[in-house]
């Protein structure tokens, strides 16, 4: 990304934080968000395809340096709930830090731009980690191709976690992000729990 690009970009990031923070990410128009970024409508463009795609561009950015550790956290701890416990903090902690832009996201559900974009992140840490330690993954039935239970096991749990904090972030007076965690954990499928060899 040029000088320029980047520029723009982190106005863009700033701003879209800003604004979603101040009201519902569905009721922002790109003309609003390009006049605050100081950028045109074009310019905008050339980013995002509009307030939602922008806003989950963004939190994906600083969602996969959270997952980033829980990958290596897998290896370096042996997995099992050490590894879960601590990566479900870290996403509740990050949540709970953007608390106004998560629940201005909601109605009820997380718009789909949001929701998909963090089903689709965690589903990935955990492919991979079930790609890298197949030995943890359910068995699948008889016949079914082993890389696609792997993929249905992963898309299982990350759909899941998404709409147990949908729960936790529509609450009124939310739980403590630990107590959320501790939550989401018992529910969890018993694999997160199997050691790395």
Not at 104 to 111: D, I, Q
Request: net charge negative; no cysteine; hydrophobic share 45%.
């Amino acid at each position: 990304m040029d000088p320029r690009q980047a520029r723009t970009w982190s106005r863009l990031v700033e701003v879209v934080h800003e604004i979603a923070a101040e009201q519902p990410i569905d009721e922002v128009s790109v003309a609003e968000l390009a006049r605050r970024a100081a950028i045109t409508r074009d310019t905008f463009y050339r980013h995002a395809s509009g307030p939602a795609d922008l806003l989950a561009r963004v939190l994906r950015a600083e969602l996969d340096e959270l997952l980033a550790d829980f990958s290596k956290d897998a290896d370096s701890r042996g997995g099992g709930l050490a590894v879960f416990d601590v990566a479900e903090r870290a996403l509740l902690a990050h949540m709970r830090e953007h608390r106004s832009i998560y629940r201005g996201a909601m109605s009820p559900r997380l718009v789909p731009a949001l929701r998909d974009m963090l089903v689709d992140t965690i589903e990935r840490s955990l492919l991979d980690l079930l790609e890298r330690h197949s030995e943890i993954a359910p068995d699948g039935p008889a016949g079914v191709d082993r890389a696609r239970q792997l993929r249905v096991s992963a898309a299982y749990a990350a759909s899941g976690t998404i709409g147990a904090i949908e729960v936790w972030l529509a609450d009124d007076e939310p739980a403590a992000s630990d107590d959320a965690a501790r939550a989401i954990l018992a529910a969890s499928p018993a694999w997160w729990f199997t050691p790395v060899e």
